[in-house]
C-alpha cells in the first residue's frame, strides 16, 4: 500500500504563485511515477504533469507547460508541483496520483490517489 498527502493549496490571485506537496508513504519503492491531476466543478479530471522515479522524465498538459513544473525532493518520496503565472481557469481540486508504471500514469490509470487539495485563482 502506498499512502499520498498533499499539502499547499488555497486561494491565490490570477498571475500569482503556489508550490503543492505530496508526500508518499509505504511500499513506494514499487511506484515509478507520481504526478498531478485536477478536476474543475462540472468537469472531468484530467492529467496536469507527472515524473519518473528518477526524477529525469516529466511531462506536462500543454495547458499548463512553461507555467507549472513538477520536481521530486533528495528523498524521492516527495513530489511538489511550482505553479506560476496562475490563471482563474487553473482552480480545481488536484489530486496526487502513484503508478507503477509512468507510462500509464499520464492515461489516468493510477494505483493509488490522495484525498485532493483546492487551489482557487481569483480573477
Known amino acids: 500500500q502506498v499512502q499520498l498527502v498533499e499539502s499547499g493549496g488555497g486561494l491565490v490571485q490570477a498571475g500569482g504563485s503556489l508550490r503543492l506537496s505530496c508526500a508518499a508513504s509505504?511500499?513506494?519503492?514499487?511506484?515509478?511515477?507520481m504526478g498531478w491531476f485536477r478536476q474543475a466543478p462540472g468537469k472531468e479530471r484530467e492529467f496536469v504533469a507527472a515524473?519518473?522515479?528518477?526524477?529525469?522524465?516529466?511531462r506536462y498538459a500543454d495547458s499548463v507547460k512553461g507555467r507549472f513544473t513538477i520536481s521530486r525532493g533528495n528523498a524521492k518520496n516527495t513530489i511538489y508541483l511550482q505553479m506560476n503565472n496562475l490563471k482563474p481557469e487553473d482552480t480545481a481540486l488536484y489530486y496526487c496520483?502513484?503508478?507503477?508504471?509512468?507510462?500509464?500514469?499520464?492515461?489516468?490509470?493510477?494505483?493509488?490517489w490522495g484525498q485532493g487539495i483546492q487551489v482557487t485563482v481569483s480573477s
Open positions: 509505504g511500499r513506494t519503492l514499487s511506484m515509478d511515477g
Open positions: 515524473i519518473n522515479w528518477s526524477g529525469s522524465i516529466t
Open positions: 496520483a502513484a503508478a507503477a508504471i509512468m507510462g500509464r500514469l499520464q492515461t489516468g490509470i493510477c494505483d493509488y
